[in-house]
C-alpha cells in the first residue's frame, strides 16, 4: 500500500471500541515508524500501534473525520447528539 503519511504526521482516525463493537469514535492518531517494523509505518493511539492499512479510516483533518463519522453512525435523530 503507498500511503501519503510520513513520521510525525498527525491524522484522525475511527476507531471501534474493541469490547463494544457499536461504540466508535473520531480519536487523534500520530504517524510513526513501528517498533517492530522500522520500514513501516503505524498508527499510535491510546499507546497501541495499528497498521496504516486500508481497513481503517484514517483522515489529515478532524473535520472531515467528523463528518464522516456522523454519516456512518449517526442517524437523522441522533444529529445533535455527536459524541467524536
Given at each position: ?27 487523534q492518531a500520530a504517524v ?53
Open positions: 500500500m503507498n500511503n501519503p503519511y510520513f513520521p510525525g504526521d498527525i491524522v484522525y482516525m475511527i476507531i471501534r471500541n474493541p469490547h463494544a463493537q457499536d461504540v466508535a469514535q473520531v480519536q510513526v515508524q513501528h517498533p517492530d517494523n522500522p520500514s513501516d509505518l503505524a498508527l499510535f493511539v491510546h499507546e497501541t500501534y495499528y497498521p496504516i492499512t486500508d481497513e481503517y479510516a484514517i483522515f489529515t483533518s478532524e473535520e472531515a473525520a467528523e463528518n464522516a463519522f456522523r454519516e456512518a453512525f449517526v442517524s437523522d435523530d441522533e444529529e445533535g447528539q455527536f459524541y467524536g
